[in-house]
């Protein structure tokens, strides 16, 4: 089993050290599990901008040097990757590709949180969206994740259709057209997308993507990893055999993961 997402406290919003992460992943027999923290808001300029969000700057070299004493620690037993998920701001991300630099990452997982002003997650900005809008808007994410993934500076393309976390009726509309260029996009980049299955912590249940656009992904070749976007340890791997049988019925047969930025396949199992 493998889990490229996985948070801990520094983050302000999920429990549990990182050392309880790797010890719940060893516990339930994982083999690799990905050490990936939210990055502290890099373009902003105090140390730490938003305290309920993401780490303070000043912490990220102890989450850092913490994960990879982990990984030497436990080496014989789990491999490690060390990871951080970013947030893509178009045109402001040159600060995090800078502060990203000067660490030893192996990947990192870039998501869009934050679409058009407000936190996709935020349930009042859906109160009073007429049906008509929904279409539209999930396109202009669509679009969202695909600038992401054209940025060239991740790896892995994170929950590409959480913007129905908080209002379900999202995920039943349909946008073919913008789904298959940020699944092109995703590909073209040779980044991958991943399987989240934290969408059962919100409103819309179930995971992210859709089946849909997993049937879409498979039919335009994107490569796929599994992701629990654990923000407490016992959900490491969450769903995972739930998650294995349907790409196996979808024609998928192995997982991407990266070390030091490489990709390489494990099987689908």
């Given at each position: 089993?493998?889990?490229?997402?996985?948070?801990?406290?520094?983050?302000?919003?999920?429990?549990?050290?990182?050392?309880?992460?790797?010890?719940?992943?060893?516990?339930?027999?994982?083999?690799?599990?990905?050490?990936?923290?939210?990055?502290?808001?890099?373009?902003?300029?105090?140390?730490?901008?938003?305290?309920?969000?993401?780490?303070?700057?000043?912490?990220?070299?102890?989450?850092?040097?913490?994960?990879?004493?982990?990984?030497?620690?436990?080496?014989?037993?789990?491999?490690?990757?060390?990871?951080?998920?970013?947030?893509?701001?178009?045109?402001?991300?040159?600060?995090?590709?800078?502060?990203?630099?000067?660490?030893?990452?192996?990947?990192?997982?870039?998501?869009?949180?934050?679409?058009?002003?407000?936190?996709?997650?935020?349930?009042?900005?859906?109160?009073?969206?007429?049906?008509?809008?929904?279409?539209?808007?999930?396109?202009?994410?669509?679009?969202?994740?695909?600038?992401?993934?054209?940025?060239?500076?991740?790896?892995?393309?994170?929950?590409?259709d959480a913007l129905k976390g908080n209002c379900p009726q999202l995920g039943a509309v349909p946008a073919p057209a913008a789904a298959d260029e940020m699944l092109r996009a995703i590909r073209d980049s040779g980044a991958v997308m991943e399987i989240n299955t934290s969408g059962g912590t919100k409103m819309c249940g179930g995971w992210y993507p859709e089946?849909?656009?997993?049937?879409?992904?498979?039919?335009?070749?994107?490569?796929?990893?599994?992701?629990?976007?654990?923000?407490?340890?016992?959900?490491?791997?969450?769903?995972?055999?739930?998650?294995?049988?349907?790409?196996?019925?979808?024609?998928?047969?192995?997982?991407?993961?990266?070390?030091?930025?490489?990709?390489?396949?494990?099987?689908?199992?």
């Amino acid at each position: 089993m493998i889990d490229l997402h996985t948070h801990h406290n520094r983050c302000g919003h999920a429990t549990g050290s990182l050392r309880e992460y790797v010890t719940a992943a060893l516990d339930k027999g994982v083999k690799v599990l990905g050490l990936s923290d939210h990055t502290p808001m890099f373009a902003e300029d105090a140390d730490h901008a938003l305290p309920p969000v993401a780490m303070p700057k000043s912490e990220f070299p102890s989450y850092v040097a913490e994960a990879l004493a982990l990984k030497e620690e436990f080496a014989r037993s789990i491999e490690i990757l060390v990871s951080t998920e970013a947030d893509f701001f178009s045109g402001r991300m040159d600060p995090y590709t800078e502060a990203l630099s000067r660490y030893p990452l192996d990947y990192v997982i870039g998501s869009v949180h934050m679409f058009e002003g407000r936190d996709i997650f935020d349930t009042t900005r859906w109160e009073n969206i007429a049906e008509s809008e929904l279409a539209a808007v999930k396109g202009r994410y669509f679009q969202a994740i695909a600038a992401c993934a054209r940025s060239g500076l991740f790896q892995v393309m994170g929950h590409i259709d959480a913007l129905k976390g908080n209002c379900p009726q999202l995920g039943a509309v349909p946008a073919p057209a913008a789904a298959d260029e940020m699944l092109r996009a995703i590909r073209d980049s040779g980044a991958v997308m991943e399987i989240n299955t934290s969408g059962g912590t919100k409103m819309c249940g179930g995971w992210y993507p859709e089946s849909d656009i997993l049937e879409r992904a498979f039919h335009f070749g994107v490569p796929v990893t599994f992701a629990s976007d654990a923000h407490v340890p016992d959900r490491i791997c969450d769903q995972y055999p739930e998650v294995v049988q349907v790409l196996h019925a979808i024609g998928f047969r192995t997982w991407t993961v990266f070390r030091r930025g490489t990709a390489r396949t494990l099987p689908l199992s």
